[in-house]
């Protein structure tokens, strides 16, 4: 049956008790101080957050939980432990790097933390802090914005101190640019730091201002399914995507990429590479795609809304080139249901190259649409997708 099919995680309650107990197991005392953070799903605007651009993303019901205590007096350093990967990292309070060796790959996410906390002139206390995620890993869905927004949340609580939200999600992105190399743009940690239950975040990634767009349980579900497939690419392609846009928009002679229009891309097409040409369509059309998307929702009008999904799934495989063939055959067949199956639209989130699609469902038909989506994508690629919903979730907390 589809309710065999749909991924059930554990509820956020459930995740913060075992998180807890796993504390008092490992450190011999309760903790002092337990925080959440949720991943994110972007439902368009996707690889235009470091162009400028407009996103809309809401927060999921999915998190990253946190829970920390001080530690000893004699200790000198922090120790953070990953349940589930069964890890520990060992860091200097003050997130100075340690050349240690058998060090996670996540500890760079929270040593990132660490040194932004501490360059904010807040002296941090050695901790004890173990944690747990339900953002599946390399998924697009932001588990590394999640662990960052995370720590900087377990940080204010220890210190006492109140970020601004702002600061607290900039912190976070330079933790991941200085720390994990990777150039992302605002989108993750503003989607975590600032999630609303009930809410889109319409987030002008120019000026950084958000409008919210109430998307509330009106007969539409929001269905992400997980290609779970990761393409292991260079890992350079992301930060290739932007130099090429930021060339392009050198060549096209402007500032910011507010102010061009497509006339202006096919009036420079000369002087462009193919894949600055193509990077450029990407960029101006979803732009436009994500503001009237934001529009549509606030006005009900929900079949531009899927217009728009499949056209910005179709410039991100064709222009962008960042999806990959299992993100095209999980739109083709939400695509092949259509209207009549109650689909209303589909595209890839995130990064690209595998992790999510993210769909937009009638809410009577989502339990059939998870089944032919499963069944299918299972026997054409071999793999087993994951499929679950979510409402727009609250951004990270303190839990009391
Ligand atoms: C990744 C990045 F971290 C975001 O900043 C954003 O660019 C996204 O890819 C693509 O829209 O999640």
């Not at 095209?328 to 939400?334: I, N, T």
Request: charged share 20%; with cysteine; hydrophobic share 35%.
């Amino acid at each position: 049956s589809s309710d065999e099919l749909h991924t059930v995680a554990e509820t956020l309650p459930q995740l913060v008790t075992r998180v807890r107990q796993s504390h008092e197991e490992i450190y011999g005392k309760p903790p002092e101080f337990v925080v959440a953070a949720p991943g994110r799903v972007n439902l368009i605007g996707e690889h235009i957050d470091y162009n400028d651009g407009f996103v809309l993303p809401m927060a999921i019901e999915r998190y990253v939980v946190m829970a920390g205590s001080r530690a000893d007096a004699k200790h000198v350093q922090s120790r953070f432990h990953s349940i589930s990967m069964d890890s520990d990292a060992f860091l200097a309070t003050d997130g100075s790097p340690l050349d240690l060796p058998d060090t996670p790959g996540w500890a760079c996410y929270v040593q990132g933390v660490l040194a932004g906390f501490a360059a904010t002139g807040h002296p941090l206390p050695a901790l004890d802090v173990c944690f747990d995620s339900t953002v599946p890993l390399g998924g697009g869905l932001s588990s590394s914005a999640a662990l960052e927004v995370a720590t900087a949340t377990l940080l204010e609580a220890a210190t006492g101190t109140t970020l601004d939200l702002r600061q607290k999600a900039l912190l976070c992105q330079k933790a991941e640019h200085d720390f994990a190399g990777v150039p992302c743009g605002i989108m993750d940690q503003f989607s975590s730091v600032f999630g609303n239950a009930g809410e889109l975040m319409l987030l002008d990634c120019r000026s950084q201002d958000i409008t919210a767009v109430p998307f509330t349980d009106d007969g539409v579900t929001l269905l992400i399914t997980n290609s779970n497939v990761k393409h292991e690419l260079n890992g350079g392609e992301y930060a290739e995507r932007r130099s090429q846009c930021d060339s392009a928009l050198k060549k096209i002679g402007k500032s910011s990429w507010r102010d061009v229009c497509q006339d202006d891309v096919e009036s420079h097409r000369d002087h462009l590479t193919g894949p600055e040409y193509q990077r450029a369509t990407h960029v101006v059309g979803e732009i436009d795609r994500t503001t009237r998307a934001a529009e549509a929702i606030s006005a009900g009008r929900m079949d531009e809304v899927g217009e728009l999904m499949y056209a910005s799934h179709d410039s991100l495989s064709n222009d962008f080139e960042v999806s990959c063939s299992e993100l095209d055959l999980l739109v083709d067949l939400a695509r092949n249901v259509g209207d009549a199956g109650g689909v209303i639209g589909s595209r890839m989130t995130g990064g690209g190259f595998g992790g999510c699609t993210v769909t937009l469902v009638k809410t009577d038909t989502a339990a059939a649409l998870i089944d032919t989506l499963v069944k299918n994508y299972e026997s054409e690629t071999g793999v087993k997708p994951s499929c679950f919903t979510s409402c727009p979730a609250p951004g990270a907390h303190i839990v009391k």
